[in-house]
């Protein structure tokens, strides 16, 4: 939305502008504004809009609109929120301002808000929301009714509501729809589904978004262990948690943590400047190591003409592998706890047919270009294309072996496994692959 | 579990727990079964239930099972079927089959207007289950409107609000409707809500659908008339598939399918592998011009994957970068790239610098090795600043390229760029070395 507004008009005309801008784009410009700014246009959009639009700003400005707010309008604000927005806004401030924010919240609100920021944060429910509404088993249609539209809140999420019994157990779910379509004299237990998906409060995110997205819900339960309802997952939330956990894990892949497209060039490098150090370092390290070849790499110089093929090889392979396990373990495929038999033997010959597929290949590849274009060295071409041959395969193997098993081990000892792409993992296939390299050719021709 | 069932040939248990099993989970188990006992299922499942199923096995299995069906029962089927779901089954099947099914499915059918869509254009994954009502009808009748067509729906948590030639003025959440007391009219209520385009490319609606929060996207054409909406899960489904699409395509890796034999999936894994086996041509005849200064000099060479690796790394960042801006056609791909050629001289610049000092102190500690660490160091350190800060170059002109010629830049750019960084690469290198060494 590219859009400049002009704030040279009056409050009822810039009222008027404000209107058809919706909130997440009034989200986008705050950021650009000035301090005056900001201030009419928080006086000018309405509760509603501002409290959309505040769950879209980061926390820093998040803190900046609170100065311009009045603690009455604050109050407002807080009580509009949804409970997960509010939760997420106090986890992300600093400790230190948590306090002053306690004090507009209700009574009730913050013990809610105790009580989400208790759960860990890789747990279904540190994204569940508490806004929600509940109908007892035995409650009239009418009743039912009466409690989605005329004492709901502005923020409830009304598109399902959960039936529960005289012990507070959850029995059932009954869509809007049904209810407002269904007769008067149905009884509830007619019209709700009873064998429907939940999550418990202490599995997973994961789980909580398989669930969601499998099953296709716009929201589903959170119970605790006793089977009451605690809360609920949105499939808005679903949606943005998986969002930035792809985002996430395609950065990591592409190294380039955190991208942010509006960030500048130096803020760019000041990012990437670790990782690429990192691998600058470690590689220089090989280098001082590979010195010990020096002698061999004077003597067959042929060697440095499929030193880049050797480690691209390599490192390719493990990549395909290492993606290939890392998808797996995200759609759960992969279970953390028992080691994926099935997963790990078929990239394993996948590795392997591969691995020595190329060999051959690089050994045709390698005596051919040497017969065609000799060099200095005294060696015959298929020598040198049998070092290949024989660097090739066992290199690529291994790098296939690492791709598997290294994210399999980050995610059992709770690590992300897309940290696996790193550059160090890059490093350990290079040593690996020219120590194997030019030792097999000492050996062979000193 | 449905394996055993079948076999044990219970016809009242079958179909009792063929009635209860969520369509996903059926669709999971039924992937596993033969085809006699695929046709067991068949033959005790209801017509609804067999819809359903068939919606949430992948496109081409639920083709196939599609195909198992005479003419009349597809008809059937896709009828119950949502239109986007079965707008892509029926893409997947043969061509004279589709274009039966079709014919059969007469002139109206939403399908039908589907099917017309590009898969990447927004139109292609519409659904027309929702309610539209007139901005001037008073919020009861609306709300009657709702009650009365509420089950034909996918959902009504947004009523849509359009006028009487079916163009678009906005939407209303079921909630806002429910409270509103009357006499007052729809358009009173109306909120501000976000609208699409049906050809818009699919991944802006995705990424808009996020942004704004919202369960339900309307569509409109470019005459304003609503087409059609997007549902949350539909979107999500679509989103899941493009991301995993993406990051197989930065991992070289083809679209992976499931069960597919260990020996069928490493062949399908060869290409990209064999292309790296065809790129090394070109770098081992750059190698082989400067045989001689790498003979004299033969430390050049372990620092060889240190400047390669650089350069590599860099080129995959831009290329990230740039990919996901193509991706979801953002404005700015210049500006960009000019900022990650100014990130490319910048990072070049320091890590250049590490090179050159860490070079030099390993090189005087190793005095055998080399008589003239300065210059070693030095044509290190540069070579890489060089390489470095052009990565990003060839990074960002490639897919671009690839782009404007209607290829698939995800797809083809990782040869191209490896082969042109790498070759340059070992030209600036072995080219400053033979310059500055080249005497010794």
Known sequence: MKRRINFKHNDEQLKKIFKPILAYDLAMLYPKLDDDERRRMLSLIGLDKMTDMFVELDSDDQLDVLTHLEDQKKKSLFRNMQSDDLKEFIEDIDESHRPEIYTFLSKVKAKTMDLLLAYEEDTAASIMSTDYITVHLDDTIKQATDKVIKESKEQDYIDTVFVLNDEDHIVGMVDIKDLIIARSNTHLSKIMFDDFQFVYADESIEKAIQTVVDYDRNAIPVLDADDHLVGIVTADDVFDEIIEATESDYQKMALISDHEPSSTAWERSKKRLPWLMVSVVLNLLIASFLSIFEATLAEVTALVLFQPLILGMAGNIGTQSLAVTILGIHKNELDSQNIPKDHVIKELFVGLLNSVLLGLAAFVFVTTFLSLFPTQGGQLPYQVGLVVLLAISSSMFISALMGVYVPILFHRFKQDPAAASGPIMTTINDVVALVIYFGIATLAFL | ?440
């Open chain 2, 1 to 440: 579990m449905l394996k055993q069932l079948i076999e044990q040939n219970d016809i009242t248990v079958l179909k009792a727990f063929l009635e209860d099993i969520h369509a996903h989970d059926l669709a999971e188990l039924f992937t596993d079964l033969t085809q006699e006992e695929k046709d067991q299922v068949y033959a005790h499942l209801s017509s609804e239930k067999l819809a359903e199923l068939v919606s949430y096995l992948e496109t081409e299995e639920a083709a196939d099972v599609l195909a198992d069906f005479d003419l009349e029962k597809q008809v059937e089927l896709v009828e119950m079927m949502e239109p986007d779901d079965a707008a892509d089954i029926i893409l997947e099947l043969e061509k004279d089959e589709q274009e039966e099914l079709l014919e059969k499915l007469g002139e109206d059918s939403e399908v039908k207007e589907l099917i017309h869509y590009d898969e990447d254009e927004t139109g292609s994954a519409m659904t027309n289950l929702f309610i539209v009502v007139d901005p001037h009808m008073d919020v009861k009748q609306a709300t009657k409107k709702v009650m009365k067509e509420a089950e034909d729906v996918e959902s009504i948590n947004t009523i849509f609000v359009a006028d009487e030639n079916h163009h678009y003025i906005g939407a209303i959440p079921l909630k806002s409707l429910l409270k509103a007391k009357t006499p007052l009219e729809v358009q009173e209520i109306i909120d501000d809500y976000p609208v699409a385009h049906d050809q818009d490319p699919i991944s802006k609606t995705i990424q808009a659908i996020r942004n704004y929060g919202i369960y339900e996207m309307p569509v409109v054409n470019d005459e304003n008339e609503l087409l059609g909406m997007i549902t949350l899960d539909d979107a999500l489904d679509i989103y899941q598939e493009e991301a995993q699409e993406d990051f197989e395509k930065l991992a070289a890796l083809p679209e992976t399918e499931e069960d597919m034999s260990p020996l069928k999936t490493a062949l399908h894994r060869l290409p990209w592998l064999l292309i790296l086996l065809a790129i090394s041509l070109p770098i081992a005849l750059v190698t082989r011009q400067f045989e001689h200064v790498l003979a004299a000099v033969a430390i050049l060479v372990v620092f060889q994957p240190l400047i390669l690796d650089s350069a590599g790394n860099v080129a995959t960042q831009t290329l990230a970068v740039t990919l996901q801006m193509l991706a979801s056609h953002e404005k700015g791909v210049w500006k960009n790239a000019f900022k990650e050629i100014s990130t490319g001289v910048i990072n070049g610049l320091a890590i250049g610098l590490v090179a050159f000092i860490m070079t030099n102190v390993f090189a005087y500690l190793n005095t055998s090795l080399t008589t003239e660490p300065l210059l070693i160091s030095f044509v290190v350190g540069f070579s890489l600043w060089l390489t470095v800060a052009l990565a990003p170059l060839v990074a960002f002109i490639i897919p671009v390229t690839l782009h404007a010629m209607k290829l698939d830049p995800a797809a083809a750019s990782g040869p191209f760029i490896t082969t042109v960084i790498d070759v340059a690469a070992l030209f600036i290198y072995f080219g400053l070395a033979t310059f500055m060494l080249g005497g010794i």
